[in-house]
């Protein structure tokens, strides 16, 4: 099992403009991990976690932990693309590999989008 990991992760390595694309994802997720460690607070207070036109309340409270599920798949998504990019690598190649890489930046910037969007919100109470 470490033989394989040390071959992928040196697979890796030797394509330098897909390290380059993985390592700007990385550093997104630890930015993104970075901004929501600093902006969750413990409240005993119910945040707005849900919002809908439908229904006799637009706005749903939660308990504060549910935005901890942000870091969690932060997390998640960095694992698991990591791995599916090595894995494309392999099978498709070099290009797919770049395109799927650089779908991570613009998933981590959209992410980003959302988690300011539900902090803000959640602020306010």
Same mark, same amino acid.
Not at 21 to 27: D, I, N, Q, R, Y
Not at 73 to 89: K, P, T
Not at 102 to 118: E, N, R
């Given at each position: 099992?470490?033989?394989?990991?040390?071959?992928?992760?040196?697979?890796?390595?030797?394509?330098?403009?897909?390290?380059?694309?993985?390592?700007?994802? %990385?550093? +997104?997720?630890?930015?993104?991990?970075?901004?929501?460690?600093?902006?969750?607070?413990?409240?005993?207070?119910?945040?707005?976690?849900?919002?809908?036109?439908? +229904?006799?309340?637009?706005?749903?409270?939660?308990?504060?932990?549910?935005? %901890?599920?942000?870091?969690?798949?932060?997390?998640?998504?960095?694992?698991?693309?990591?791995?599916?990019?090595?894995?494309?690598?392999?099978?498709?190649?070099?290009?797919?590999?770049?395109?799927?890489?650089?779908? +991570?930046?613009?998933?981590?910037?959209?992410?980003?989008?959302?988690?300011?969007?539900?902090?803000?919100?959640?602020?306010?109470?």
């Amino acid at each position: 099992m470490r033989q394989r990991i040390t071959s992928s992760l040196q697979l890796l390595i030797a394509d330098r403009p897909l390290l380059i694309v993985l390592a700007l994802f %990385l550093v +997104g997720c630890i930015g993104l991990l970075i901004y929501l460690a600093t902006n969750i607070h413990p409240s005993d207070l119910q945040i707005v976690t849900h919002y809908t036109s439908f +229904g006799t309340t637009n706005f749903y409270r939660d308990k504060w932990y549910y935005l %901890l599920n942000f870091v969690v798949f932060v997390i998640v998504m960095a694992i698991v693309h990591v791995v599916l990019c090595y894995r494309i690598l392999v099978q498709k190649g070099h290009d797919a590999a770049i395109a799927f890489a650089w779908l +991570g930046v613009v998933l981590v910037v959209i992410s980003a989008g959302i988690v300011y969007q539900v902090l803000k919100i959640a602020s306010l109470t």
